[in-house]
């Protein structure tokens, strides 16, 4: 897979070229990939970024009623921050679903994730680290609508003084699947 992409973004232009495969089994999309990208912008005061891109999901299912999926992920996402372009944001964690009954599912997310930003010339480097923490419960209304209750904590270390914080937030979740 070769993706080559001309933007036009907040006055500045980019050249991102991406080099990489996906694994395709029988139709099926594996949860799989990996490459190398490389990011220019045609504005100077951004500097460029070439890293390797990878990521992994692995299923286990040791029983018919639990799945425990652990990830690992390396990508390049564009920045909102004032100052940086993009950041490699590299991650791994774990999610577990347990249906403790036909309607029931109760579900966890553990990951640890670093976001390395890309600082403009003249400004300092932000390397952000984050602990998220996450447990819920859905009951399923039908096969396809479900509602229930979910908890996440999220912690933020980051070299920038007065930006670490921890967010706790509780929520009451309505989803659909198709």
């Known amino acids: 897979m070769t993706t080559l992409v001309h933007e036009r973004a907040e006055e500045y232009l980019r050249l991102r070229r991406a080099l990489g495969f996906r694994l395709e089994h029988e139709g099926h999309l594996l949860p799989q990939f990996a490459g ?17 891109m990878f990521g992994l ?23 909102a921050l004032a100052g940086t372009s993009a950041y490699i944001n590299t991650s791994g964690g774990l999610d577990v679903d347990w ?18 930003y890309n600082a403009i010339a003249g400004t300092q480097n932000r390397y952000d680290q984050y ?14 609508f479900w509602v229930g209750p979910s908890y996440q904590f999220i912690h933020r270390t980051s070299n920038i003084a007065n930006s670490d914080y921890d967010d706790n937030m509780v929520m009451l979740r ?4 198709m």
């Not at 190398?36 to 390797?52: E, F, H, K, S, T």
């Not at 602990?131 to 396809?144: E, H, I, K």
């Open 99 to 116: 249906r403790v009954r036909p309607n029931i599912r109760v579900e966890g997310h553990g990951d640890y994730s670093v976001a390395d």
């Open 131 to 144: 602990y998220t923490f996450r447990a819920g419960l859905q009951y399923l209304l039908n096969p396809n």
């Open 36 to 52: 190398y990208l490389q990011q220019q912008y045609v504005d100077p005061r951004y500097p460029n970024i070439n890293a390797p």
């Open 174 to 177: 309505l989803g659909a699947r």
């Open 57 to 79: 999901v692995g299923y286990w299912n040791p029983i018919r009623e639990l799945w425990v999926k652990p990830f690992i992920r390396r990508t390049v996402e564009e920045s």
